[in-house]
C-alpha cells in the first residue's frame, strides 16, 4: 500500500519562528489533509488540498501531486501550535481509506 | 459546525471485559470510521463504514468488531479487551457528497486495559 513519510519527526522552535513541515507519499492520492492534534488528543482538520497552495492566516500548505508530497507551513509560531501535525492521504482508487503519516511533533517555546 | 462526540474520553477496563466505544455526529456524514493511535506509529484504521449497517476492515481489525445500525452512530466493540488493546481511540466521519471529502474528529477515547 501507499507510504506516507513525514519530516522532521520532532521540531523544537522560539516563538516567532517560522517552520516547514514536510508530507511525502508514494503513489497517486485523491485527497490529501493536513491535521493538528493538540495537547488533548483533539484533531482539528487545518487544510484539504490535493493539490495547489491554500493559506489560513499564519498556515500555508503546498501539495505538489505530480511530485509526490505536500509542505505545511507555519509562520510566526505561537504556543498554542505546539502538537502533532498529521498528514493523510487517501489513495486512488481505495475506497475512502485514509492512511496517515506518523506526525511531526512541534513543540514551540515561549 | 461539524460535531463529532465519543461516549467517554477515559476509560479503565479489566483483560477479559467487553468494550463498547460510541461514536455519534450530527452531520449526516454517509462515512465513519475507527482509528487507533500508538506511540511512534501514528494514526491506524481499524475499521470504517460507508452506510448503515455496512462495515469494511481497516488496516488493524483483529480484535476489534463495528456496528452501524443508524447512521449517525458507529460504535467499536472489544469482545474480550486485551493489554494491548490499550491505546487512544479516534472516531471520524466524512461525506463523499460534500465535495471536499474532509474527516471530522471526535475528542477521542484513552482506553487503558489491566
Known amino acids: 500500500g501507499i507510504q506516507v513519510e513525514q519530516s522532521p519527526p520532532d521540531l523544537i522552535l522560539q516563538e516567532g519562528a517560522n517552520s516547514t513541515l514536510r508530507c511525502n507519499f508514494s503513489d497517486s492520492v485523491n485527497n490529501l489533509q493536513w491535521f493538528h492534534q493538540n495537547p488533548w488528543g483533539q484533531l482539528i482538520n487545518l487544510f484539504y488540498?490535493?493539490?495547489g497552495t491554500k493559506q489560513n492566516g499564519r498556515l500555508s500548505a503546498t501539495t505538489v501531486a505530480t511530485e509526490r508530497y505536500s509542505l505545511l507551513y507555519i509562520s510566526s509560531s505561537q504556543t498554542t501550535d505546539s502538537g502533532v501535525y498529521f498528514c493523510a492521504v487517501e489513495q486512488k482508487n481505495r475506497d475512502d481509506k485514509i492512511i496517515f503519516g506518523k506526525g511531526t511533533r512541534l513543540h514551540i517555546l515561549p | 459546525d461539524v460535531k463529532v462526540t465519543q461516549s467517554s474520553r477515559y476509560l479503565v477496563k479489566r483483560t477479559g471485559e467487553k468494550v463498547f466505544l460510541e461514536c455519534v455526529q450530527d452531520m449526516d456524514h454517509e462515512n465513519m470510521f475507527w482509528y487507533r493511535q500508538d506511540p511512534g506509529l501514528g494514526l491506524r484504521l481499524i475499521y470504517f463504514s460507508y452506510d448503515v449497517k455496512m462495515k469494511e476492515k481497516g488496516d488493524i481489525p483483529e480484535g476489534y468488531s463495528v456496528s452501524r445500525e443508524k447512521k449517525e452512530r458507529f460504535s467499536l466493540i472489544l469482545e474480550s479487551a486485551s493489554t494491548n488493546q490499550t491505546s487512544m481511540y479516534l472516531c471520524?466521519?466524512?461525506?463523499?457528497?460534500?465535495?471536499?471529502?474532509?474527516?471530522?474528529f471526535g475528542p477521542g477515547t484513552r482506553l487503558l486495559v489491566l
Open positions: 471520524a466521519s466524512s461525506s463523499p457528497t460534500s465535495g471536499q471529502e474532509t474527516q471530522y
Open positions: 488540498i490535493p493539490s
